[in-house]
């Protein structure tokens, strides 16, 4: 861990943040750290893609997908002080693990090839009957295992560059869908189905900004990958960050849209109104 700049303030999320988080499902903490992190990891990123930055020829794949980073700039983008604010204004302070790495990349070419992983879903977070079957993995109404969803932008990423697709709102119709199958949870593949059709009514944000940005989502939030028009690679990491103490019962800004999504009851068409 390192601390940032004097030129870079230490803040925490403001007030006005933390409440669009309990409402829309997300906020896109800015700088959250350095540029010259991001390209230090993009470096390490394109060596392992077996592609050449400066030969579109060799972009052959839509998506390629890299392994967990643990080396060092990839530690420090994960735990900067500003990083470190926002996750206590929204977890709360001593109730999030510090991230050893930066999870997996999906790296994203531009293609006309369909990527074939685009489908709207909810991130699982702990294990089902087969820790090494990930499509068995599991989500319950207290986010076991999960206290975000992070995606870290190491590349600028407009709206042609395959930003990923985030249904606002679509965390609060979450809770009623999981809340009867109780600490058990509902596996990957019947939650996506379920959530999926409850939030087709949520407006749908794109994940856009500037390498170093941050968008802290609830783990409850719909989203998807989409095809790459554009004209540069997309990195981007998609870390979880764990949490160290239950989620529900510590009175934080997630646990709180959990609450508001039981108390709203099941959602879509007849159910509640879409955000915004």
């Given at each position: 861990?390192?601390?940032?700049?004097?030129?870079?303030?230490?803040?925490?999320?403001?007030?006005?943040?933390?409440?669009?988080?309990?409402?829309?499902?997300?906020?896109?903490?800015?700088?959250?750290?350095?540029?010259?992190?991001?390209?230090?990891?993009?470096?390490?990123?394109?060596?392992?893609?077996?592609?050449?930055?400066?030969?579109?020829?060799?972009?052959?794949?839509?998506?390629?997908?890299?392994?967990?980073?643990?080396?060092?700039?990839?530690?420090?983008?994960?735990?900067?002080p500003r990083l470190h604010a926002a996750f206590d204004a929204l977890v709360g302070?001593?109730?999030?693990?510090?991230?050893?790495?930066?999870?997996?990349?999906?790296?994203?070419?531009?293609?006309?090839?369909?990527?074939?992983?685009?489908?709207?879903?909810?991130?699982?977070?702990?294990?089902?009957?087969?820790?090494?079957?990930?499509?068995?993995?599991?989500?319950?109404?207290?986010?076991?295992?999960?206290?975000?969803?992070?995606?870290?932008?190491?590349?600028?990423?407009?709206?042609?560059?395959?930003?990923?697709?985030?249904?606002?709102g679509s965390h609060l119709d979450v809770p009623p869908i999981l809340e009867p199958a109780g600490d058990a949870g509902l596996g990957f593949m019947e939650l996506a189905g379920r959530a999926v059709q409850?939030?087709?009514?949520r407006p749908v944000a794109l994940a856009t900004g500037r390498a170093g940005d941050v968008y802290l989502c609830h783990p409850f939030l719909v989203h998807a990958a989409q095809p790459h028009r554009g004209g540069r690679p997309r990195f981007m990491a998609q870390p979880p960050l764990a949490p160290a103490a239950p989620v529900r019962g510590g009175g934080s800004p997630v646990e709180a849209a959990i609450r508001r999504g039981l108390e709203a009851g099941p959602a879509g068409p007849g159910g509640a109104a879409p955000v915004g």
């Open positions: 861990m390192t601390s940032e700049t004097p030129e870079t303030p230490v803040t925490s999320l403001a007030a006005s943040e933390v409440a669009s988080f309990v409402e829309n499902g997300f906020v896109r903490v800015d700088e959250a750290f350095p540029r010259e992190l991001a390209a230090e990891c993009r470096d390490v990123l394109w060596r392992d893609t077996g592609c050449d930055p400066d030969d579109p020829s060799t972009w052959t794949h839509s998506v390629v997908r890299l392994g967990d980073y643990a080396q060092e700039p990839f530690r420090r983008a994960a735990n900067t302070a001593g109730r999030w693990e510090p991230r050893g790495s930066l999870g997996t990349f999906p790296v994203r070419f531009p293609s006309e090839e369909a990527p074939g992983d685009d489908g709207w879903h909810i991130d699982a977070s702990f294990p089902g009957d087969d820790p090494a079957d990930f499509m068995s993995y599991r989500v319950n109404v207290a986010s076991r295992g999960r206290a975000l969803l992070m995606l870290f932008l190491l590349s600028d990423v407009g709206e042609d560059e395959a930003p990923t697709r985030i249904r606002v409850a939030t087709e009514h």
